[in-house]
Nanobody, 127 residues
Framework: QVQLVESGGGSVQAGGSLTLTCAAS????????MGWFRQAPGKEREGVAA???????AYAASVKGRFTISRDNSENTLSLQMTNLKPEDTAMYYCAADRPSALPIQFKLDTLSWDYWGQGIQVTVSS
């Protein structure tokens, strides 16, 4: 049974930092693309960051330079270090996993067709 469980969310003031973690189980984690997506109230879900099995990464323009995605294949965990948070970063954040493919990693952020999704965790940034 596949499970993706997010943790580390919460409330923070603008300029602050948070680190999200996703614990994965039930699939060949090291072979999968992993990603973070977010959805703000009234908006569509959007890709934030992705990391491939080879460690290659991609970021949305809005978070590049502020967020860092990383993975630990020995612990089957995915992290998203978020710094210099802004009120517009407020959203529900979702961990996602997708099977290997030939699609360049940058394009993985443009699609919601990922195999597995977590339940999501709230991040709130106040001004």
């Amino acid at each position: 049974q596949v499970q993706l469980v997010e943790s580390g969310g919460g409330s923070v003031q603008a300029g602050g930092s948070l680190t999200l973690t996703c614990a994965a189980s039930g699939f060949m984690y090291s072979r999968y693309y992993m990603g973070w997506f977010r959805q703000a109230p009234g908006k569509e879900r959007e890709g934030v960051a992705a990391i491939g099995p080879d460690g290659g990464t991609a970021y949305a323009a809005s978070v590049k330079g502020r967020f860092t995605i990383s993975r630990d294949n020995s612990e089957n965990t995915l992290s998203l270090q978020m710094t210099n948070l802004k009120p517009e970063d407020t959203a529900m954040y979702y961990c996602a996993a997708d099977r290997p493919s030939a699609l360049p990693i940058q394009f993985k952020l443009d699609t919601l067709s990922w195999d597995y999704w977590g339940q999501g965790i709230q991040v709130t940034v106040s001004s």
